[in-house]
């Protein structure tokens, strides 16, 4: 039953498996469209043809859950109370820290929500449209289903439209399906079931019209479209926290508790056992919380996710959000759209098939230069003729044009005859030349009904020639002979053809064959009957859309590193199949299509997800599910792609990766990072880098706490055994101060350590502080602790002052932390090697300012009278160095120890 013109049409889940007639019978229009009053009523009813923008929060509430963070929360809480104390050099640092590590995180991290409106871009603006019959222009934000819309050549679809009438129409679906050939299309239904790639009957919005004519209906508009779906599902698409935000939650948690701990039992020590004064024991625990506090880690943390933004600029990975750079270190697995990703997304001929031979082609992109090559040999087409005559009825069967620009060569026109124009010149022809010397008289268009292109040519010799190039099945029936390596002729022997085709298409290639026939010159009209059963065959190529060289490397580096790498692509599963082989993929002979995917729960699905590394015929649901599935198994996934086909599984992904010169704007903004040359190959460098700011942050991590718990623990220790401090709390603030952001900052500079894309993934749940780490932290705070009361009691014993004992205590304290600095550097390997010791500029340069800062602390009569120090004699400073190189010694033998205990235990 039709419903009247004012109400919203009942939307249905399908229209590609109905006939035309019952399409146009449900959205109640005819192919002469509806009337201007029909599309008013119906606008009223269904809303502009556009996607809802998506809701955003104001930026004040943006910036202000910045500072949502208990370590900040304790920061400023540290803040407050050392401006209470006086401490103003304090106070002024936490609060630069924390307001540089809100301002970046609201500069890196507020670009998520602009993905919903770089898919509205991609709306067409205008289309032509019958209305009461009269063909009108009108903006593509006013269709309505039931509108009756016409298309050509170059036109964007404007909404998802059930084909009425076509023409050689071909569109570019590839930002919906990833399928690198334009499709052909037709208006006979298909099944119920078909796969989006499949459904030839339909053009979807946003697609691109690259041959042929047709007249459609409107079935969809806005946000019922198939990118307006996409569009919903990215806007419900939960972002992932990265495993770096999540541990340093938990650790900031932990450590804040343990440090509130300690504070509350010294104060209650302090007041009932040792009956301090309760104003100067709340004092000195408040000093001892603010020293514990790595205020400085925060900052450092996010120097060393910024220092790794710019490695992987260099590397062409740019970094859209600043957790991404150790998220993309610690992936297991890589989840990569196959073109434009794995491969070029530039068709070009591979194989050309004569009567005698299978002639490989080299090259690259649309160059019309390569070698050919037979059986591993280069050859010339002079010694082959038949190259030459199939170059050129390449060349003249063709309507696409090669273009060059500053060495570069792009196609305008057919990617697929693009890539015969580049084969011509590899052949040894010229299309430029070869076109004016045979002018073009008549032409029979490619047509998906009898799925050939005929041209019709004259040259200025009186000669005359028809050129067919077309499907192998469908010109194999219009040949009666076949041409000889010779020149000559003989009869065809199909059989053999089709062999030969089928063992090309099996490498997923697209075979396509190339006939001619002579005609008598008065001959200028092309008709269907001049091409049937009167052909000579020359021969076919097969084409495909390459795998990029690089990335056959960077996939083995992958598997090298531990890290699995999954195809999943919308493209058919032969050529997905072929294109596994080709880069390395290591089960690239199980494929799973999108019709399995749907016949498997999600049980199933977490099983076969494990055991398959090739997935085709893929819809946006499928990559969404395939991206959870192994997110189930606690993996870490990146998701590679550049199609809006790829938005929502990107925004889920832990760390999304995009295209950024052939990518979609709504990819790119959907993915934490952006690749800037298109190429695989720059994600293994990326994961490479990313490894090495982990390791960054975990060096950092690794030689503050310890050191932190160094200093703190003199203290601690001084007030539970109710002795003298063998630092005073204001010295233990200038060490804080003078090396947190010196020494602590130089670890960010390190360089990737040895054999880093050697280790396998960390696991996901993996935390920051380690029982390794924990046990580092203690062992390091008990030297610590040996060291400074060690030197305290020998100035003692030697009848120095309480303050030249405490001066040459605070100068073992810091020589100690710049030797765990040299130690800290290779967490991985030996520290005493060459390499190790001559260190880096920046560790140099630190440790450098950091002596002075010692030397101008202890010797410079002005600051010997805020800081309470004396001048140190020369053989105790030499002691005191003598400390440090005992504390490294005794730590780097611990480590080697427990190096060659995990190697005992794994072998």
């Not at 530039?346 to 160059?367: K, L, P, Q």
């Not at 590679?640 to 832990?654: C, F, Q």
Request: aromatic share 6%; charged share 20%; with cysteine.
């Amino acid at each position: 039953m039709q419903e009247t013109t004012g109400q919203k049409l009942k939307p249905r889940k399908s229209w590609h498996d109905l006939p035309v007639e019952s399409t146009l019978v449900e959205l109640n229009t005819s192919p002469a469209g509806l009337s201007h009053e029909d599309a008013r009523e119906r606008l009223k009813s269904h809303g502009p043809n556009r996607l809802p923008e998506a809701p955003r929060r104001s930026q004040f509430v943006r910036f202000l859950l910045q500072f949502h963070n208990i370590l900040i929360y304790v920061l400023l809480g540290s803040a407050v109370i050392t401006a209470w104390l006086g401490h103003w050099v304090d106070t002024s640092v936490i609060l630069a820290v924390v307001i540089a590590n809100a301002i970046i995180g609201f500069i890196q991290e507020g670009k998520a929500e602009n993905a919903m409106n770089a898919i509205r871009q991609m709306l067409a603006p205008q289309a032509a449209v019958l209305r009461g019959d009269e063909r009108h222009t009108v903006e593509g934000e006013k269709l309505v289903p039931g509108d009756i819309v016409l298309l050509e050549a170059g036109d964007k679809v404007p909404a998802d439209l059930r084909l009425l009438q076509t023409h050689g129409l071909q569109v570019q679906e590839a930002i919906l399906t990833g399928e690198s050939l334009p499709v052909e299309k037709h208006t006979q239904p298909v099944a119920a079931d078909a796969a989006l790639g499949d459904r030839s009957c339909m053009a979807f919005s946003g697609t691109l019209v690259t041959s042929g004519q047709c007249k459609g209906v409107v079935v969809a508009t806005g946000q019922a479209t198939e990118i307006g779906r996409i569009s919903g599902m990215l806007s419900g698409v939960e972002t992932l926290t990265t495993p770096l935000v999540r541990q340093m939650d938990v650790f900031a948690r932990w450590l804040t508790l343990l440090i509130l701990l300690v504070a509350a039992i010294l104060l209650v020590f302090g007041y009932f056992v040792e009956h301090f004064d309760f104003t100067v024991m709340f004092m000195a625990v408040v000093g001892l919380s603010v020293a514990a506090i790595p205020e400085g880690l925060p900052a450092v943390l996010t120097i060393t996710l910024a220092i790794g933004v710019q490695a992987m600029a260099r590397r062409n990975a740019i970094v859209r959000r600043l957790p991404a750079i150790e998220t993309l270190g610690s992936v297991s697995v890589i989840c990569t759209d196959k073109t434009g990703t794995l491969t070029r997304n530039e068709m070009s001929v591979a194989s050309v098939i004569t009567c005698e031979h299978i002639f490989a082609i080299e090259g690259t992109g649309y160059r019309p230069e390569g070698d050919i090559t037979l059986t591993g040999s280069t050859v010339t087409p002079e010694a082959h003729p038949l190259l030459a005559e199939l170059g050129r009825a390449a060349a003249l069967c063709n309507d696409a044009a090669l273009h060059e620009l500053d060495g570069v060569w792009t196609v305008e026109g057919d990617p697929m005859e693009g890539a015969l124009l580049a084969f011509s010149g590899k052949a040894g022809m010229d299309g430029g030349d070869e076109r004016r010397a045979w002018t073009r008289t008549d032409a029979i268009p490619f047509d998906s009904r009898h799925r050939f292109m005929a041209t019709l040519h004259h040259d200025h010799e009186n000669h005359a020639f028809i050129y067919v190039k077309g499907a192998p099945e469908q010109i194999l029936t219009m040949c009666k002979e076949q041409r000889t390596a010779s020149g000559g002729t003989e009869p065809l022997d199909a059989a053999c053809w089709r062999e030969k085709a089928d063992g090309v298409a099996a490498q997923g290639q697209r075979v396509l064959a190339f006939a001619v026939r002579p005609l008598k010159p008065e001959l200028t009209v092309l008709e269907h009957a001049d091409v049937q059963g009167s052909l000579v065959l020359i021969g076919m190529v097969g084409l495909i859309d390459p795998p990029r060289p690089e990335a056959i490397v960077a996939v083995a580096e992958c598997h090298t590193a531990g890290i699995r790498v999954k195809m999943i692509t919308g493209d058919h599963a032969g050529t997905a199949t072929a294109i596994g082989r080709q880069i390395g993929l290591t089960n690239a002979n199980k494929v799973l299509t999108g019709a399995d995917l749907d016949r498997m729960d999600d049980a199933a699905l977490a099983a076969a997800v494990l055991e398959t590394d090739i997935f085709a015929r893929t819809s946006p649901e499928h990559k969404l599910r395939l991206v959870m599935a192994l997110q189930a198994h606690g993996m870490t996934v990146a998701m590679t792609g550049d199609g809006v086909n790829d938005a929502p599984a990107l925004k889920r992904a832990d760390a999304g990766i995009a295209m950024g010169l052939k990518g979609s704007a709504a990819a790119r903004e959907a993915a934490e990072l952006v690749l800037a040359d298109d190429n695989f190959a720059s994600i293994a460098a990326a994961v490479r880098e990313g490894r090495t700011v982990y390791d960054n942050i975990k060096k950092v991590i690794s030689w503050t706490l310890p050191t932190n718990a160094g200093e703190a623990m003199t203290i601690v220790v001084a007030l539970l055994l109710g002795t003298t401090l063998p630092v005073t709390p204001i010295q233990i603030l200038w060490v804080n101060l003078i090396t947190a952001v010196t020494l602590g900052l130089a670890l960010a500079f390190e360089p990737t350590e040895e054999n880093t894309m050697r280790r396998p993934p960390r696991p996901r749940n993996e935390p920051l502080l380690t029982g390794v780490l924990a046990w580092h932290v203690v062992l390091v705070a008990i030297l610590f602790l040996c060291g400074v009361y060690g030197i305290h009691a020998y100035a003692i014993d030697r009848g120095y002052s309480v303050e030249l004992a405490r001066t040459l205590a605070l100068n073992t304290l810091v020589v100690m932390e710049i030797f765990h600095l040299f130690f800290i550097r290779n967490i991985h390997g030996t520290s005493l090697t060459w390499q190790a010791v001559r260190g880096t500029k920046v560790v140099w340069l630190t440790v450098g300012l950091v002596t002075a800062a010692q030397f101008a602390v202890t010797y410079l009569p002005i600051l010997q009278a805020v800081f309470a120090t004396e001048s140190v004699p020369l053989l105790d400073g030499l002691i005191v160095i003598g400390v440090g190189v005992t504390l490294f010694a005794i730590i780097e033998i611990e480590k080697q120890l427990r190096l060659r205990l995990r190697t005992m235990r794994t072998a």
